[in-house]
């Protein structure tokens, strides 16, 4: 029997079933949490933005060295998002 042959279900519907409400729960879990973590983003961006504005001349490079763990480009894409 050849791959064109074979019948789309071998094991019954209910497996397949069963696994294709799994794969909506996983996907619709990934969605929701991309959506959170955007929002994290998003949210880390503005505080961000925050602190940018109360460090005097000169200050902001060095305040986000030191309490900033990821590189300056990251803090930047945080600032865009």
Known sequence: MT??????????HSALD???GQIRAEVEAT???WRAS???AIRAGELLIEAKSKCRHGG???WL???F???RQTATGYMRA
């Open 3 to 12: 791959g064109r042959n074979l019948p789309a279900v071998q094991d019954g």
């Open 38 to 40: 955007l929002a994290h």
């Open 65 to 67: 060295e030191t309490n």
């Open 31 to 33: 969605e929701a949490d």
């Open 60 to 62: 902001w490079l060095p």
């Open 69 to 71: 763990e990821f590189t």
């Open 18 to 20: 069963d696994l294709a």
